[in-house]
Each structure stands twice: as structure tokens, then as C-alpha cells.
């Protein structure tokens, strides 16, 4: 079973950043389309940002855009998620997923933006 460990959050000022990192315990990850996603406290979770195997091909949330940086290591096993000028309504619960060819969540890692 492959486990995902997101690590990386915290207690932040707005404007301020953050990279999170997502380790995947399975050999063959660069096969594996990555994503994140985020649950902020009574809101459904929703996607962030997605990454291809290869790292060539990426897509973003508009509430991601031009903020925001996904990134992987294949040889590291590691997926990332570079976070900018950060701001309150960022707050939420940071998960790491493999989207394709299956899917897979990791545990979560709390991201809080204050004002």
C-alpha cells in the first residue's frame, strides 16, 4: 500500500511562505500523476495543483495561480508545494494525493495564514 507523508506546515503572517513536502513510499512514483489539495474548516476539500509524471506538465486552482508552485523529485520520491504571498483564506488542511493511475491521500498537514 503506498503511504504519503506531507510535511512542511505551520503558523504563518500573511504575505508570508510556506513549502510543503509530500514523501511517497513506493518505487515506482515517477510514474504517478501528484496533486494537492486543500479542506479549510466547513468547506468541502478542493484541488490546489497537479503535476505529471515527468514534471513538465502542471495545472493550478485559480486561487493558486501566480502564488503558487508545485514541484517534484523523482528521485527523492517527493512531491512539493511552494506557497507565496500567502494570505488568511489559505488556512486549511494541506493534502497531498496520487491522482492517476489510482488515487491515494496522505494524511494532511495544517497550513494557518493569520492576518
Known amino acids: 500500500q503506498v503511504q504519503l507523508v506531507e510535511s512542511g506546515g505551520g503558523l504563518v503572517q500573511a504575505g508570508g511562505s510556506l513549502r510543503l513536502s509530500c514523501v511517497v513510499s513506493?518505487?515506482?512514483?515517477?510514474?504517478?500523476?501528484m496533486a494537492w489539495f486543500r479542506q479549510a474548516p466547513g468547506k468541502e476539500r478542493e484541488f490546489v495543483a497537479r503535476?505529471?509524471?515527468?514534471?513538465?506538465?502542471?495545472y493550478y486552482a485559480d486561487s493558486a495561480k501566480d502564488r503558487f508552485t508545485i514541484s517534484r523529485d523523482n528521485a527523492k520520491n517527493t512531491v512539493y508545494l511552494q506557497m507565496n504571498s500567502l494570505k488568511p483564506e489559505d488556512t486549511a488542511v494541506y493534502y497531498c494525493?496520487?491522482?492517476?493511475?489510482?488515487?491515494?491521500w496522505g494524511q494532511g498537514t495544517q497550513v494557518t495564514v493569520s492576518s
Open positions: 513506493d518505487r515506482t512514483f515517477g510514474t504517478y500523476t
Open positions: 503535476i505529471s509524471w515527468s514534471g513538465v506538465i502542471t
Open positions: 494525493a496520487v491522482t492517476l493511475p489510482f488515487v491515494s
